[in-house]
């Protein structure tokens, strides 16, 4: 039971790491993106903001997905 447990928690952190960097390459990407372009600066932002949150959802699915294994 144990065993099963831990999986569970590997699972979870993995999908909180993914999210993680998921989210700063879409940082990344949109600051050099501003840098570029700051005139669209309004727009890569609200477009940011919204993929970053997609990615939170999953990566919180995938969290809750995982402890319910355990």
């Known amino acids: 039971m144990a065993t099963i447990t831990g999986i569970a928690a590997i699972g979870a952190g993995l999908a909180a790491i993914g999210a993680g960097i998921g989210i700063g390459r879409i940082g990344g990407s949109a600051l050099e993106s501003m840098a570029r372009q700051p005139e669209h600066s309004s727009m890569i ?3 940011m903001i919204i993929a970053a949150a997609l ?3 999953v990566a919180l699915f995938g969290v809750v ?3 319910l294994q355990g």
Do not use: F, S
């Open 45 to 47: 932002q609200t477009n």
């Open 65 to 67: 997905v995982a402890l």
């Open 55 to 57: 990615v939170e959802g």
